[in-house]
């Protein structure tokens, strides 16, 4: 644990994170991401309490209104809470917002635990083949025409850049908004967020193991045919697939520390 210790960067290291954003993105974007993969990664245990205000940001020369407003963003987050005199402590794990995600994010920044990872999954088996099902029942010409549009690009650009990985997003959005379920189009962030993160840790120290485009294919084709069992199905094996592709991105940097 790290209870009344300071965080150990580089006086340039946050300025340098806050270019890196680009235009638009403040500092204390760039300190929230700091601290939020510090919590995220175990740095700063649930009960720590975070660097003073004043020793934190002399430490890393950024002013006290950037800590502040970083220190905001983790508070509605779930992930802290600041008390008069008591300083602000690490919450513990079941008061974090884990869907949210810039959480997620934080989480995939650094080395996630794969009971974490198991439960991201098993969040989608409930929901996304529940989802397809739906969609294949409600969807209307232009959700299929969204949904083949993110296929294409997929196609186009492959899910080792960044447009491929945006076409996967707007693919699964596609298919949480043709729900008509405004339950379940709330969970699109959530869910689009985790699939974005978790396909870029599968290819961070080798390449994906195998293309799951086509299971993607299976899934709209069933949409597009209105059955929805069948559409549950493929939906099913292909959050069954990456999951298997993720544990075993996960072993393959166990066992070669050095890869990742």
Known sequence: MVTGTKAKLGDGTVRAMADERGPGRRLHGALAYKLGTDILSGKYQPGDILPAEVAFAGELKVSRSAYREAIQVLTAKGLIASRPKAGTRVLDRDRWNLLDPDVLGWAFAGEPDME????????????????????ALRRTKADLTTMRDALVAMRRHTLTTEAGRAADRDFHHAILQATRNQAMMVLSASIGAAVNWTT?????????????????????????????????????????????????????????????
């Open 200 to 260: 870029q840790f599968k290819q961070r120290t080798r390449a994906l193991p195998r293309n799951p485009i086509p299971d993607h294919q299976r899934v709209y084709d069933a949409i597009a045919d209105g059955d929805g069992d069948a559409a549950a199905e493929a939906m099913n094996v292909l959050v069954d697939l990456a999951l298997d592709d993720t544990r075993s991105a996960m072993m393959h940097d166990a066992e070669d520390p050095a890869a990742a």
């Open 116 to 135: 974490f990872v198991r439960s991201l999954f098993e969040l989608r088996a409930v929901v996304e083949p529940a989802a397809a099902r739906f969609a």
